[in-house]
């Protein structure tokens, strides 16, 4: 393991298209850095703040951010690759459009987050904090939503097949136009207590 870059502050740095391979950075903080482009490979950060940090068009390959804060970040056009997130929140972030290929995304704070149009393809977000937040259009794609709090999602035109919806209230969501499976259609009719019968 390398050694860990460990409680230290950094302001505007130009860290445009620059590449982060295996370092170790815990309990640091970023505030006004340019990561525009930039890239991580097998990075990790652990329990960081990221503040008005310009992610856009950044590439994050196998890297994990657990336990981070991201405030007024922009991740337009950023991708995560087989990433960790756990236990990270995003507050007034742009997150759009966003990629998150794989990786694990479990108890991820999202709450009110405009993620219109962003694509989420095999990822696990059990127990994720999406209440309230804009997915209208986005991609859901075989991801693991178990437990995660869906109240006044917006769901509407999104492609969820393959996704586990056991928490998600139908009543307390905008669905309209989104894509499902017959069984995720099934999953989402009991919940509304209705019988299905063949």
């Given at each position: ?20 391979t ?61 990433c ?95 894509i ?19």
């Amino acid at each position: 393991m390398p050694a860990a870059e460990s409680d230290l502050t950094f302001r505007r740095e130009d860290w445009y298209a620059e590449e982060f391979t295996g370092r170790r950075f815990e309990r640091c903080e970023f505030h006004d850095v340019d990561l525009t482009e930039a890239v991580t490979r097998g990075a990790v950060f652990v329990d960081c703040v990221f503040g008005n940090v310009r992610f856009n068009a950044s590439q994050h390959v196998d890297t994990a951010f657990t336990g981070c804060t991201f405030t007024r970040c922009n991740l337009f056009d950023a991708e995560f690759s087989g990433c960790k997130l756990v236990g990270s929140r995003f507050v007034e972030c742009a997150l759009r459009p966003l990629r998150v290929l794989g990786g694990d995304w479990s108890f991820t704070g999202l709450m009110r987050a405009d993620l219109r149009g962003a694509k989420f393809q095999g990822v696990r977000m059990r127990e994720a904090e999406l209440t309230a937040a804009d997915c209208t259009g986005a991609t859901f794609a075989e991801v693991d939503l178990s437990g995660a709090e869906l109240l006044d999602v917006k769901f509407g035109g999104a492609e969820l097949r393959g996704s586990d919806l056991s928490a998600l209230d139908p009543v307390r969501a905008e669905l309209g136009g989104a894509i499902v499976s017959p069984e995720q259609a099934i999953v989402l009719v009991t919940s509304l207590g209705v019988h299905v019968r063949g």
